[in-house]
C-alpha cells in the first residue's frame, strides 16, 4: 500500500541571495506541497526557523521587504568578526518568541561548524535564535558563538545545502535549494572580499560533495549582490520561479508515493 511520501526541505545558504528561500516556500505553499521537516545552514537556517515557527509565508515576505541593514548590523572594533550579531540575534528571538527547537511547528535542524573540532554540528535542540546566530556566523564577518565547548561558525564552511541533514530527520523526498554563486567580481570592500572567498570554497565543496537530494531548485541569483540585502524582491521573484519550474517533478514523486 502506498502513503504520501514525507518531505524535507533543505535551504542553503548565500546570504542575501537567502530571500530565494521565501519564494521557493510560498509557491511551495501555494500548491499545498507538504513540508514535514526543513533544515538550513546561514541564511537558510534563517528562513527556516521563521517559517518553522508559523511565521505566515506573507509576512515573511513583508518582513524582507520591509527590515533595514541598519536594524540588524551592530558593527565593533574587530577582533574575532566585524559585527557583534547581539541586534540580529535579538531580532530572531523577538521572532520566533524566545522558543527552542523542539517547540517549532515542522521539525526544524539547523546546521553550524566547529571551529574546534573542524566538523559539521546538527542543532536540533536548544534556542532556535542561538542556534541560528551560529549558524550565520560567516568567518570574518560575525563573532563566532560559544556553545557547549563548541566555537562555532556559519554551517555553509562545510555544507552549503544540508540536504543529508533533513534526509536524516526521515524525510523520503528531500527538495534542496541551492542559492548559486556569485558571478560578478566586484570587491570593493571587506564583505565583498569575505564572501566572494566564500562563494569560492562552496563552489569547489560542492564539486566533491554530491546533494543527498530528489530535486534541486536553482534560482537565478547569479546577478545578485549577496552582501546587498536591499534586493529582497527581486530574490524573491527568482525564488518562485525556479519552484514553479521544479513543481512537475515535485507533484510526480508525490503521485508516486512510498510503499508502506
Given at each position: 500500500m502506498k502513503k504520501r511520501p514525507k518531505i524535507g526541505l533543505a535551504l542553503g545558504g548565500g546570504a542575501a541571495r537567502g530571500y530565494a528561500h521565501i519564494g521557493v516556500i510560498k509557491v511551495l505553499t501555494e500548491e499545498k506541497i507538504p513540508i514535514d521537516f526543513i533544515s538550513g545552514t546561514s541564511i537558510g537556517a534563517l528562513i527556516g526557523a521563521l517559517y518553522s515557527v508559523g511565521i505566515d509565508i506573507q509576512m515573511l515576505e513583508k518582513l524582507a521587504l520591509s527590515i533595514k541593514r541598519e536594524n540588524w548590523v551592530d558593527f565593533i572594533i574587530p577582533r574575532k568578526g566585524l559585527l557583534a550579531g547581539k541586534k540580529i540575534e535579538q531580532i530572531i528571538r523577538l521572532l520566533t518568541k524566545n522558543k527552542n527547537l523542539e517547540e517549532v511547528?515542522?521539525?526544524?535542524?539547523?546546521?553550524?561548524?566547529?571551529?574546534?573540532?573542524?566538523?559539521?554540528?546538527?542543532?536540533?535542540?536548544?534556542?532556535?535564535?542561538?542556534?541560528?546566530?551560529?549558524?550565520?556566523?560567516?568567518?570574518?564577518?560575525?563573532?563566532?558563538?560559544?556553545?557547549?565547548?563548541?566555537?562555532?561558525?556559519?554551517?555553509?564552511?562545510?555544507?552549503?545545502?544540508?540536504?543529508?541533514?533533513?534526509?536524516?530527520?526521515?524525510?523520503?523526498?528531500?527538495?534542496?535549494?541551492?542559492?548559486?554563486?556569485?558571478?560578478?567580481?566586484?570587491?570593493?570592500?571587506?564583505?565583498?572580499?569575505?564572501?566572494?572567498?566564500?562563494?569560492?570554497?562552496?563552489?569547489?565543496?560542492?564539486?566533491?560533495?554530491?546533494?543527498?537530494?530528489?530535486?534541486?531548485?536553482?534560482?537565478?541569483?547569479?546577478?545578485?549582490?549577496?552582501?546587498n540585502f536591499n534586493q529582497p524582491k527581486d530574490c524573491i521573484i527568482e525564488g518562485e520561479k525556479a519552484a514553479r519550474d521544479a513543481l512537475p517533478k515535485i507533484l510526480q514523486f508525490l503521485k508516486e508515493g512510498v510503499q508502506d
Amino acid at each position: 500500500m502506498k502513503k504520501r511520501p514525507k518531505i524535507g526541505l533543505a535551504l542553503g545558504g548565500g546570504a542575501a541571495r537567502g530571500y530565494a528561500h521565501i519564494g521557493v516556500i510560498k509557491v511551495l505553499t501555494e500548491e499545498k506541497i507538504p513540508i514535514d521537516f526543513i533544515s538550513g545552514t546561514s541564511i537558510g537556517a534563517l528562513i527556516g526557523a521563521l517559517y518553522s515557527v508559523g511565521i505566515d509565508i506573507q509576512m515573511l515576505e513583508k518582513l524582507a521587504l520591509s527590515i533595514k541593514r541598519e536594524n540588524w548590523v551592530d558593527f565593533i572594533i574587530p577582533r574575532k568578526g566585524l559585527l557583534a550579531g547581539k541586534k540580529i540575534e535579538q531580532i530572531i528571538r523577538l521572532l520566533t518568541k524566545n522558543k527552542n527547537l523542539e517547540e517549532v511547528d515542522i521539525p526544524l535542524t539547523v546546521t553550524a561548524t566547529d571551529l574546534k573540532t573542524g566538523k559539521e554540528v546538527l542543532l536540533r535542540k536548544g534556542n532556535i535564535a542561538k542556534a541560528v546566530r551560529a549558524s550565520i556566523s560567516i568567518p570574518g564577518i560575525f563573532v563566532p558563538v560559544i556553545m557547549e565547548n563548541m566555537i562555532l561558525v556559519d554551517g555553509a564552511v562545510l555544507n552549503k545545502v544540508p540536504a543529508d541533514a533533513v534526509r536524516q530527520m526521515g524525510a523520503d523526498i528531500v527538495i534542496a535549494v541551492d542559492l548559486g554563486f556569485d558571478k560578478r567580481i566586484r570587491l570593493n570592500n571587506i564583505y565583498d572580499i569575505l564572501l566572494q572567498t566564500f562563494d569560492i570554497m562552496g563552489r569547489e565543496l560542492l564539486k566533491t560533495k554530491i546533494l543527498n537530494a530528489d530535486i534541486i531548485i536553482r534560482p537565478k541569483l547569479g546577478d545578485i549582490d549577496p552582501s546587498n540585502f536591499n534586493q529582497p524582491k527581486d530574490c524573491i521573484i527568482e525564488g518562485e520561479k525556479a519552484a514553479r519550474d521544479a513543481l512537475p517533478k515535485i507533484l510526480q514523486f508525490l503521485k508516486e508515493g512510498v510503499q508502506d
